[in-house]
């Protein structure tokens, strides 16, 4: 597999060979870099877009300007599912959290490929359950866990994202993901320290002890990947089918 390979995107690779012959020659390699914003909130989706190694976030913006994360997308789905759901704008920011490479699709290619009403519609609407899922269990885990269980939350589901244990993250970045003060952050990251679960250096967090955090964090976490895997357990990879 190349360095930056489609098969990377695990909707790209679970689509059959007819569905992803017709897009393939279609999907731009783009480089995601750190801060960089792929959708304003309101703004016209002109591209969908597939992280292979990057990892976005979706942020909801205040009329003040604070904003926090609703939902994470990375090497397991898709950026801009307004689209297919009916509208050409999102209400959410969409920013690279995490450096690596994507691929873009134009918009209007994809819909020609869902509006055939086959595979790909299919795969496309199971993901948006799972990314509703999601964002539903992360209103709740802010609004009723600990900052060390959201904490612990968030640092899983990045790692599920990632081929490493090693987090290129501020703590200010992490305050703006979950809506919080920096002081709370380092203070819950003292704790996680503390404990051995993680070493954090300037600009960098380094995960020492997964089992740990899976132990101090809430249920939430394993709400969404329970039900990310119920959804997508069907869905067979096309490269494994060869």
Same mark, same amino acid.
């Given at each position: 597999?190349?360095?930056?390979?489609?098969?990377?995107?695990?909707?790209?690779?679970?689509?059959?060979? *007819?569905?992803?012959?017709?897009?393939? =020659?279609?999907?731009?390699?783009?480089?995601?870099?750190?801060?960089?914003?792929?959708?304003?909130?309101?703004?016209?989706?002109?591209?969908?877009?597939? =992280?292979?190694? /990057?990892?976005?976030?979706?942020? $909801?913006?205040?009329?003040?300007?604070?904003?926090?994360?609703?939902?994470?997308?990375?090497?397991?789905?898709?950026? +801009?599912?307004?689209? @297919?759901?009916?509208?050409?704008?999102? =209400?959410?920011? /969409?920013?690279?959290?995490?450096?690596?490479?994507?691929?873009?699709?134009?918009?209007?290619?994809?819909?020609?490929? @869902?509006?055939? *009403?086959?595979?790909?519609?299919?795969?496309?609407?199971?993901?948006?359950? !799972?990314?509703?899922?999601?964002?539903?269990?992360? !209103?709740?885990?802010?609004?009723?866990?600990?900052?060390?269980?959201?904490?612990?939350?968030?640092?899983?589901?990045?790692?599920?994202?990632?081929?490493?244990?090693?987090?290129?993250?501020?703590?200010?970045?992490?305050?703006?993901?979950?809506?919080?003060? #920096?002081? +709370?952050?380092?203070?819950?990251?003292?704790?996680?320290?503390?404990?051995?679960?993680?070493?954090?250096? #300037?600009?960098?967090?380094?995960?020492?002890?997964?089992?740990?955090?899976?132990?101090?964090?809430?249920?939430? $976490?394993?709400?969404?990947?329970?039900? @990310? !895997?119920?959804?997508?357990?069907?869905?067979?990879?096309?490269?494994?089918?060869?």
């Amino acid at each position: 597999m190349r360095l930056n390979d489609p098969n990377q995107n695990h909707l790209l690779a679970a689509l059959l060979d *007819a569905e992803f012959d017709r897009l393939s =020659p279609h999907l731009d390699p783009i480089m995601m870099r750190l801060g960089d914003v792929l959708y304003e909130s309101g703004g016209q989706l002109n591209h969908v877009y597939f =992280p292979t190694s /990057a990892i976005v976030s979706l942020h $909801y913006v205040l009329e003040n300007g604070s904003s926090s994360e609703i939902a994470g997308v990375g090497n397991e789905g898709i950026l +801009g599912i307004s689209l @297919f759901m009916g509208g050409n704008t999102t =209400p959410s920011r /969409a920013v690279v959290q995490t450096a690596g490479h994507g691929y873009r699709l134009k918009s209007h290619i994809l819909m020609d490929e @869902f509006n055939r *009403a086959g595979p790909v519609m299919r795969l496309l609407l199971r993901y948006t359950q !799972a990314l509703i899922t999601q964002m539903s269990q992360t !209103a709740i885990c802010n609004r009723h866990h600990t900052l060390d269980q959201q904490l612990c939350r968030w640092l899983l589901q990045t790692l599920d994202r990632l081929p490493t244990s090693e987090l290129t993250m501020t703590q200010e970045l992490i305050s703006n993901m979950l809506g919080v003060r #920096r002081e +709370g952050v380092t203070v819950a990251a003292g704790r996680l320290q503390s404990q051995g679960y993680i070493s954090c250096r #300037r600009g960098h967090i380094s995960v020492l002890d997964r089992a740990g955090l899976e132990m101090d964090v809430c249920e939430c $976490y394993d709400v969404v990947k329970n039900e @990310f !895997a119920r959804l997508m357990s069907d869905v067979r990879q096309r490269q494994a089918l060869k």
